[in-house]
């Protein structure tokens, strides 16, 4: 029996606690489901302008470039 039919059932026998149960489980694993599937995305747009990743689904290419120093200031407190 498939979630759509059991709820139905559900609602015909007058348990409408058993069906909001089997609906919110139903809403809440669907809700996963569409989350794991936009991680990727999700993960890609964020980062994507802290390591220069290309949009394209091009390899990325790590650039190691050295922090500039300091230059010692001749102003004293």
């Known amino acids: 029996m498939s979630r759509v039919s ?3 059932d559900l609602i ?5 606690t058993e069906a909001t149960e089997v609906l919110n489980q139903e809403l809440l694993n669907r809700s996963y489901e569409t989350i794991n599937d936009m991680k990727p995305q999700v993960a890609g747009e964020y980062f ?3 390591i220069d990743m290309p ?3 091009e390899p990325v290419e790590f650039q190691n470039d050295p922090e500039p ?3 010692p200031s001749d102003e004293t407190d």
């Open 6 to 8: 059991e709820l139905i």
């Open 12 to 16: 015909v026998q007058g348990k409408n």
């Open 48 to 50: 994507s302008s802290v």
């Open 55 to 57: 949009h394209d689904g």
């Open 69 to 71: 120093q300091e230059e």
